[in-house]
C-alpha cells in the first residue's frame, strides 16, 4: 500500500489533468488551478515558517559533532561546534549549498570478529545533490518563459548546461534532464532496496518522489518526444500572462503540458503541509542556528518567575521566632527583651 498508493495518485492526478484539459477545461488547467496553487503555496510556507519562527528556543541547543570550544591548546572544530555568528553563517552556508550532514553519514555493520565497524557512505549525499542542483538549474532556466526578455544568466546556464547531438543539432539535450531522473529514481531505489530505509519509509515518503519524477517525465517528453506537437509560443503567452495576471489561455497547447503543469500545481499545494518543508526548516531549525556558547555565555530562560536569591540567614530571620518555638535549633538567638 505504500507504494501503490502514492504511485496510483500520481497517475489519476496525471490523467484528471489529461482527460479535463481535452475536454475543453483548459481553463481551470491553465489558469485556476496553477493560482490557487500557488496561493497554497506562499500561504502555506509563510503559515510554516511564522509557527516555528513564534515557537521559544530558551536554550541553546545545537548539534554538536566535534570538539568544542575549551582550552586555548585544545583543538577544536570551527564547523562542527561553532561559537560564533561568523562560524554558525558557515556551518549553515555548508549544509544549505553542501548538504553537510549528508557528507558525514556513516553505515555500520558488524564484520567477522565481531567487531563493529563504521564506514562512510556518501550515497545519500550523492544522488541528493544531483537532485537538487538539477532541478535548481531548471527551475531557472524554465525562467525564459515567464519573463519578457532574456535574463543574461538563464542564457548562461543554457550554454553550460545544453549540448547537442550530431542528428538533433538544432534541438540541446540538457543534461541536468538526465541528472534529475537519475538523482529521483536512485533515491527511490534507496527507499525500496535498503531495508532499514524501507522499513521506516511511508506513504508521504514515496508521493512526492513519484510526483517529481512525473513532473520530470512530462517536461522531457515534452521537449524531446512529443515537441512537434507542443506550441512553446502559445505556452509561453500563457506563462506570461499568469506573471503579469493577465491570463490568456491559447487554443492549441496541448494535453501533456496541462498535465505537466497540474502535477507542478500539486506539487506547489502539496509542498507547505509535507515534509519538503525542510527547505524552509533548515534556516530554523535551532540544532542548526545556534552557536554552541552555553560555557561562555550565562544564557537565562527569558520567561523564568523573578525569584530572588534567599540566603538561609536571611531565611531564619524571617521565620526564627516560629523556629524556636517548635523547638528547631538556630543560627542566632533572638534578641534579649
Ligand atoms: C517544479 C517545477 C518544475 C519542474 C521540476 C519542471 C521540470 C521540467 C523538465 C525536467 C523539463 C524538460 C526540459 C527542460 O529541462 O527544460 C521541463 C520542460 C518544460 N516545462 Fe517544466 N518543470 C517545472 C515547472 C514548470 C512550469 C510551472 C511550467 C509552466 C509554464 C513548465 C513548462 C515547461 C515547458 C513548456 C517545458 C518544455 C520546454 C521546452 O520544450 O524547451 N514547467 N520541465
Known sequence: MKYTFPLVAVIALALIAWIGSALGLQHLFGVVVPYAALLLFVGGFCWRVLYWAKSPVPFRIPTTCGQGF?????????????VSTGEVLCRMFMEIFLFRSLWRNTKAAVKP???????????????GILFHYSMLIILLRHLRLFV???????????AIDGFTLHPTP???????????????IALLARRFVIKTVNYISLANDYFPLFLLIGIALTGILMRYFLRSGVDIVAIKQLALGLTTFKPVVPADIASIFYVHLFLVSCLLAYF??????????VFLSPTRNLANDSRMRRHINPWNPDIRP?????????????????GIPVEKELPQG
Open 70 to 82: 575549551s582550552m586555548p591548546w585544545v583543538k577544536r572544530d570551527k564547523f562542527e561546534a561553532p
Open 113 to 127: 570478529g565481531p567487531e563493529l565497524t563504521y564506514s562512510a557512505t556518501r550515497w545519500l549525499w550523492l544522488f
Open 148 to 158: 519578457g526578455s532574456e535574463l543574461f544568466f538563464v542564457k548562461a546556464l543554457d
Open 170 to 184: 538544432e534541438l540541446s539535450l540538457y543534461l541536468t534532464d538526465a541528472l534529475i531522473l537519475v538523482g529521483l
Open 272 to 281: 507547505p503541509f509535507s515534509k519538503l518543508m525542510h527547505m524552509g526548516g
Open 310 to 326: 534567599h540566603s538561609y540567614a536571611s531565611y531564619e530571620d524571617e521565620f526564627r521566632a516560629d523556629m524556636i518555638e517548635q
